[in-house]
């Protein structure tokens, strides 16, 4: 029932900022105890979780993007965005939304979009 979409340019010029938006369908982002994450995929490596924003409103970031990465929501539009600054090559991968079940029993990604290939480049 849960649906995710990402959506955003999937060309982004180095030191600029890379934005997408994730369109929640079939639950709310303000719903106990779920957290909604920013998850990429470089070519070639693994996932690395990026950060979120949990039911509530907090955020949490990987610290090593912390300084570059911004996560924010629309209750209004059941959305939420992330913005990665001064992106570089590296920062080239698809780009996933996903909802983690943090909810008593679970603790586990259990819906996921489809994902969006986002590339840096000049």
């Known amino acids: 029932q849960v649906q995710l979409q990402e959506s955003g340019p999937g060309l982004v010029k180095p030191s600029q900022t890379l934005s997408l938006t994730c369109t929640v369908s079939?639950?709310?982002?303000?719903?106990?105890?779920?957290?909604w994450s920013w998850i990429r995929q470089p070519p070639g490596k693994g996932l690395e979780m990026m950060g979120g924003?949990?039911?509530?409103?907090?955020?949490y970031y990987r610290p090593s993007l912390k300084s570059r990465t911004s996560v924010s929501r629309d209750t209004s539009k059941n959305q939420f965005t992330l913005q990665l600054s001064s992106v570089t090559p590296e920062d080239t991968a698809v780009y996933y939304c996903?909802?983690?079940?943090?909810?008593?029993?679970?603790?586990?990604?259990?819906?996921w979009g489809q994902g969006t290939q986002v590339t840096v480049s000049s």
């Open positions: 079939g639950g709310s982002i303000t719903t106990k105890y779920y957290y």
């Open positions: 996903a909802r983690y079940d943090g909810s008593s029993g679970s603790y586990y990604y259990d819906y």
């Open positions: 924003i949990a039911y509530d409103g907090s955020t």
